[in-house]
């Protein structure tokens, strides 16, 4: 026991590092400002869909709002059996194009995980070079464009990523969702800033085309259902280097979503999302992620044998919940600060308490790499 209890303390010290780091180059990055004297470039949106029918117009309607000078939005439509493309086509704006992979793709992949297929075509259709992606079911803030536009003002960026948001919370499983968002979202851009990048959203995230078709676009990750957004950004960044890379820090550059409806939608979702984990291309990363795992499971294992042994395992195991909410804090009141969300932080002792189990049991059923999303098995 008591090999365990020290290594759960280097696990803790080590924790407490990784959080500073963090807040340190969280703090590091700076607030994203447009640069009038830079002008526009012109940008191709590309979005690809399935089953948006409740949520697509509003995202069109919020790009048009923002009356960008010079860019196109090209829809592909990824066998969808609502009326998605039909209120796409309704648009009669010229700049507003639709393709379905029905047309395009055979019918075999109609039961197939088909998003880097459609952004792949999108961007061989699109007339510009900034490609910049949404998801259907987001709102774009009324200056988006303008800071991507403002970020490839600089010849050297190649990729971007950006902030996105949840618009509200009811309840603590809302707020919980939240917070998730909130620890990511300053991960990302920290990891970015301090030359690490392991995270990166599809759902806000631009790239030069030129630089998508130098690197095959997604040639041999093709065939890995999810990480349209990571995988591309590691290749980019194998290609041009960590400086090609930037994350666009500023609340006007942000796209907003509804939480998940239901917890088995968050759940598959999140499966969803830490499946691609065991392609990551990054070793770094992947043990980053693997000490990450280990240090939450650490938790339960002392849980565990508080209950059995019932010593002063339970105290112990008291101090480090203490320490690492303590740290956690020091994080998410800084992120959390920035978006003008601090009253998420009466949610942290329950939300530190559920988390520990989150994580354990999405890394297990990310790890087995099954899960449905969109009417899809995996």
């Known amino acids: 026991m008591l090999t365990f209890n020290v290594l759960f303390v280097l696990f803790s010290v080590a924790y407490a590092i990784f959080i500073l780091r963090y807040l340190y180059y969280w703090l590091d990055t700076k607030t994203s400002v447009i640069d009038k004297s830079q002008g526009t470039r012109p940008i191709s949106i590309v979005?690809?869909?399935?089953?948006?029918?409740?949520?697509?117009?509003?995202?069109i309607d919020s790009i048009l709002n923002q009356a960008y000078p010079e860019m196109e939005i090209i829809v592909i439509d990824d066998f969808s059996s609502d009326q998605t493309a039909e209120i796409v086509g309704s648009y009669t704006q010229t700049n507003i194009r639709c393709y379905r992979l029905e047309e395009i793709l055979s019918k075999d992949a109609k039961h197939s995980m088909n998003k880097k297929a459609a952004i792949e075509y999108g961007v061989h259709q699109a007339r510009y070079d900034i490609i910049v992606t949404i998801d259907g079911d987001c709102i774009a803030s009324e200056e988006w464009l303008l800071h991507f536009s403002n970020a490839f003002s600089d010849n050297k960026i190649m990729y971007a990523t950006g902030i996105v948001s949840i618009t509200q919370h009811k309840n603590f499983f809302e707020a919980f969702q939240q917070l998730d968002l909130l620890s990511l979202t300053g991960i990302t851009a920290a990891s970015i800033k301090m030359k690490s990048a392991y995270m990166s959203n599809g759902a806000n995230m631009a790239f030069r085309k030129s630089a998508f078709l130098d690197i095959g676009g997604y040639t041999l990750i093709n065939k890995i259902p999810t990480g349209d957004d990571v995988f591309l950004m590691h290749?980019?960044?194998q290609r041009y280097g960590d400086d090609a890379c930037v994350f666009i820090k500023n609340e006007n550059a942000s796209v907003f979503t509804e939480a998940c409806y239901s917890i088995e939608t968050f759940i598959q979702q999140r499966i969803r999302w830490v499946s691609k984990s065991s392609s990551l291309l990054s070793k770094k990363v992947t043990i980053t992620l693997v000490f990450m795992y280990v240090y939450h499971s650490l938790f339960l294992v002392s849980a565990v044998c508080g209950m059995l042994v019932k010593d002063a395992t339970c105290y112990l195991l008291l101090a480090f919940f203490l320490w690492k909410i303590s740290f956690d804090l020091l994080f998410?009141?800084?992120?959390?600060?920035?978006?003008?969300?601090?009253q998420l932080l009466i949610w942290l002792?329950?939300?530190?308490?559920?988390?520990?189990?989150?994580?354990?049991?999405?890394?297990?059923?990310?790890?087995?790499?099954?899960?449905?999303?969109?009417?899809?098995?995996?």
């Open 47 to 59: 979005i690809a869909v399935r089953n948006e029918a409740i949520g697509i117009k509003a995202c």
């Open 235 to 237: 290749k980019i960044i």
């Open 332 to 342: 998410l009141n800084s992120v959390s600060s920035y978006f003008k969300k601090k």
């Open 349 to 378: 002792p329950i939300f530190e308490i559920f988390y520990i189990f989150y994580v354990v049991m999405i890394g297990l059923l990310g790890w087995r790499g099954k899960y449905t999303w969109k009417n899809r098995s995996i």
